[in-house]
């Protein structure tokens, strides 16, 4: 295994060193550094006569696709009490889990040379150099399946004006339980064009066989695509962090981790919800629109609640983000202004916690 001189940029690297390709490993395990040097390798490398695979993992953290709605495709509220990150990349494709039993793999070439299947031959490939009867192949939607039935890896690329790259997962030992408990919306209601993931049944490749470690795989992997392309290149370990080898990384960082590309960047959608507050069955109605509240409105029984309370939070929730830390400060202000009588500002607490939950 090698590291990049600190004296020079991973393209000035790349460009002098390595005609013909070469391997990569991440030294960092954070979501928007790995995806900050997937782009910036996207952008960077010239890949028109050349290729390159790089291979990282992630501490939890869960990734949506670049059209896709977090509210919809995962447990927002769970992720946040676990401190899990949500990172929205890129590429197409759907939802996935990550945590250090999570390979992930990219494939990067010149548009004209992009293709999945070769690059999952290599993957397939690979496992089976480690374990040669592993029942493991590529579907029609490029996903990998372990004895025809359980999806070990799926895929999502994305293609440049001249270049491009296809990247997929591998679970080798992932939490499992973990990962169905945060792949599982607490939002109900929705309705969205955004892309939706496809469930599948999941398994590790070492519950199949535990000697399938994330170091040999990675070895082996390394190996075949080395093989498969034609060149030979030691493992180069790169550190995204590090903004001299890679000039503009941490701004792009920066910007995969913004509000607004994460949960600003979701296709419009709207939620029409009902839920029990102090005994009283509420309806909420909601459209958002770039991650901010665009239509509010609630169905309260005049019994429980004055109309004016509800229209007054109605109110106060248009034009804010459709988040709980926004709703949590106009909650507080509204509840320093109102002069309420115990029992009222029990249920309009109660109403706003429910609202903070929809989120």
Request: hydrophobic share 40%; net charge neutral.
């Amino acid at each position: 295994m090698a590291l990049v001189k600190k004296n020079s940029t991973l393209k000035e690297y790349f460009e002098d060193a390595w005609k013909a390709g070469i391997v990569l490993k991440s030294a960092s395990t954070d979501v928007f550094q790995n995806l900050a040097l997937e782009d910036w390798i996207h952008e960077h490398i010239d890949v028109q006569q050349r290729s390159a695979l790089l291979m990282w993992r992630n501490s939890s953290a869960v990734v949506i696709g670049r059209h896709q709605n977090p509210w919809q495709e995962c447990n927002l509220n769970l992720m946040r009490s676990m401190g899990i990150p949500l990172a929205r990349r890129r590429s197409g494709g759907g939802t996935v889990f990550h945590d250090l039993g999570n390979i992930n793999l990219t494939f990067f070439t010149s548009k004209k040379k992009y293709d999945r299947h070769r690059n999952l031959r290599v993957v397939t490939g690979a496992l089976k150099d480690l374990r040669p009867d592993l029942d493991v192949s590529a579907t029609d939607r490029f996903d990998i399946v372990l004895n025809g039935v359980y999806k070990i890896s799926g895929t999502a690329a994305k293609l440049g004006r001249t270049a491009a790259y296809h990247h997929c997962t591998l679970l080798c030992s992932s939490d499992r339980s973990l990962l169905s408990s945060v792949l599982q919306t607490n939002c109900k209601g929705i309705k969205s064009n955004a892309t939706p993931s496809v469930p599948s049944p999941v398994k590790n490749l070492q519950d199949e066989d535990p000697s399938l470690d994330p170091s040999a795989i990675m070895g082996a992997m390394a190996s075949r695509y080395c093989a498969e392309f034609g060149f030979d290149s030691p493992v180069i370990t790169v550190d995204p962090s590090v903004e001299q080898l890679m000039p503009g990384i941490q701004k792009m960082a920066a910007d995969l981790q913004a509000w607004e590309w994460v949960y600003g960047r979701t296709p419009k959608f709207s939620i029409c919800t009902s839920f029990m507050a102090e005994g009283a069955n509420i309806g909420l109605d909601m459209d958002i629109k770039n991650g901010i509240v665009e239509k509010c409105a609630m169905d309260i029984p005049h019994h429980w609640l004055p109309p004016e309370v509800g229209k007054e939070l109605c109110s106060a929730l248009m034009g804010i983000r459709f988040c709980p830390s926004e709703v949590a400060a106009v909650v507080a202000a509204l509840m320093r202004t109102a002069s309420r009588a115990p029992d009222l500002a029990k249920k309009t607490q109660s109403l706003y916690e429910n609202v903070v939950a929809v989120m």
